[in-house]
């Protein structure tokens, strides 16, 4: 078996075979995103305010000011969720939780949609409060009511992450992602693709989880350009194409994805869906091994021992395999052990 259709069969496992474990994964890595991209910030006329469900887009920034403090002290709604996002996020103030929460909690009971759905959040996550899963229900529910997409999707993962005990009707969970991604939230769309990939609170579909996913990705969505690459190249719901999936592994790689940039070095390295290109390999490989890929590090490090493509150079391949066995990639230990103990460290 080829190394890719060692990764195509891996991938069509944990797409079809291991459900749980990878939605577990899957929520995680969808916190770790939520985490990393910045909370946006309100800023618009005191009228959509008024309105109390504030829409935003993620190019307005605010900085902590006495003047914030001041307007949100008189109860200002826009300043009230800004104030709380600064102390969220550290902007111009020392990063606190605690404070974050108790500006929160007012917008909250302002009514204001966003305040709410952030303030779910922090229940749900442990941040400035303990966790109560049940607590991030009712905040994220009455956002959701209102309108607002984020706290739509917020509710229907949480649910379905089976840890509010008082709300784990699983249907509930599908219908508030179906209504965000019916708006077009890619988040949601990516969510209910998955939903249908492993019957999750619905029949099993992949044709119905591509449609989904190809949504979500057309809008520009990371993780939904990666999985339809990996659809493409396994034929999930759809027809196998190494050519499109290689189109959608490098929209995500693009943008950071160490296992699409992985993927992408792969294809060109067996030469699927195109001529076998070592070099454009080589090149993906190293982005995917700086981002801390383990199997990318691994292939560089088979690169460099068996001189494919390059020059043999054991001290080169040494460090690769180093690094991807610092992270427990068991070949990659194996051929640390056999090199030269002067290679082997690096000398």
Same mark, same amino acid.
Request: proline share 2%.
């Given at each position: 078996?080829?190394?890719?259709?060692?990764?195509?069969?891996?991938?069509?496992?944990?797409?079809?075979?291991?459900?749980?474990?990878?939605?577990?994964?899957?929520?995680?890595?969808?916190?770790?995103?939520?985490?990393?991209?910045?909370?946006?910030?309100?800023?618009?006329?005191?009228?959509?305010?008024? #309105?109390?469900?504030?829409?935003?887009?993620?190019?307005?920034?605010?900085?902590?000011?006495?003047?914030?403090?001041?307007?949100? #002290?008189?109860?200002?709604?826009?300043?009230?969720?800004?104030?709380?996002?600064?102390?969220?996020?550290?902007?111009?103030?020392?990063?606190?939780?605690?404070?974050?929460?108790?500006?929160?909690?007012? +917008?909250?009971?302002?009514?204001?949609?966003?305040?709410?759905?952030?303030?779910?959040?922090?229940?749900?996550?442990?941040?400035?409060?303990?966790?109560?899963?049940?607590?991030?229900?009712?905040?994220?529910?009455?956002?959701?009511?209102? +309108?607002?997409?984020?706290?739509?999707?917020?509710?229907?993962?949480? @649910?379905?992450?089976?840890?509010?005990?008082?709300?784990?009707?699983?249907?509930?969970?599908?219908?508030?992602?179906?209504?965000?991604?019916?708006?077009?939230?890619?988040?949601?769309?990516?969510?209910?693709?998955?939903?249908?990939?492993? +019957?999750?609170?619905?029949?099993?579909?992949?044709?119905?989880?591509?449609?989904?996913?190809?949504?979500?990705?057309?809008?520009?969505?990371?993780?939904?350009?990666?999985?339809?690459?990996?659809?493409?190249?396994?034929?999930?719901?759809?027809?196998?194409?190494?050519?499109?999936?290689?189109?959608?592994?490098? #929209?995500?790689?693009?943008?950071?994805?160490?296992?699409?940039?992985?993927?992408? %070095?792969?294809?060109?390295?067996?030469?699927?869906?195109?001529?076998?290109? @070592?070099?454009?390999?080589?090149?993906?490989?190293?982005?995917?091994?700086?981002?801390?890929?383990?199997?990318?590090?691994?292939?560089?490090?088979?690169?460099?021992?068996?001189?494919?493509?390059?020059?043999?150079?054991?001290?080169?391949?040494?460090?690769?395999?180093?690094?991807?066995?610092?992270?427990?990639?068991?070949?990659?230990?194996?051929?640390?052990?056999?090199?030269?103990?002067? #290679? %082997?460290?690096?000398?």
């Amino acid at each position: 078996m080829t190394y890719n259709e060692n990764i195509k069969a891996f991938l069509k496992y944990y797409l079809k075979e291991n459900s749980a474990w990878f939605y577990s994964l899957l929520t995680a890595f969808m916190f770790a995103c939520r985490c990393y991209s910045q909370t946006p910030v309100v800023d618009f006329p005191k009228a959509e305010a008024e #309105k109390l469900k504030i829409q935003w887009s993620n190019d307005h920034s605010v900085q902590y000011s006495e003047q914030l403090v001041e307007r949100a #002290k008189n109860g200002d709604p826009i300043s009230i969720h800004n104030l709380a996002i600064c102390h969220m996020r550290g902007l111009g103030v020392k990063q606190d939780y605690v404070a974050a929460v108790k500006w929160l909690k007012k +917008g909250a009971e302002l009514g204001i949609a966003n305040t709410q759905e952030e303030l779910g959040r922090c229940y749900e996550e442990g941040f400035g409060v303990s966790k109560d899963a049940n607590t991030a229900y009712e905040w994220y529910l009455k956002a959701a009511e209102a +309108g607002y997409v984020d706290a739509q999707n917020s509710i229907g993962t949480l @649910i379905l992450k089976g840890e509010c005990e008082e709300h784990g009707d699983i249907n509930e969970g599908i219908k508030w992602i179906n209504k965000a991604a019916e708006a077009g939230h890619p988040p949601a769309q990516f969510n209910l693709a998955n939903s249908y990939q492993m +019957g999750k609170g619905v029949a099993q579909n992949s044709d119905t989880a591509f449609k989904w996913m190809k949504k979500a990705a057309e809008q520009g969505d990371m993780r939904s350009e990666y999985n339809l690459g990996v659809y493409y190249l396994t034929g999930t719901g759809t027809t196998e194409n190494p050519h499109e999936a290689l189109t959608w592994f490098v #929209k995500a790689a693009n943008k950071g994805s160490a296992s699409a940039q992985n993927n992408v %070095a792969s294809l060109y390295y067996n030469g699927t869906g195109m001529s076998r290109d @070592i070099k454009e390999a080589t090149k993906w490989f190293k982005q995917a091994a700086a981002n801390n890929n383990a199997e990318a590090q691994y292939m560089l490090g088979s690169i460099y021992y068996n001189g494919v493509g390059v020059d043999k150079d054991e001290k080169e391949a040494a460090k690769y395999f180093k690094l991807a066995a610092d992270q427990g990639h068991q070949k990659a230990k194996m051929y640390l052990m056999s090199l030269r103990p002067d #290679k %082997a460290n690096g000398h």
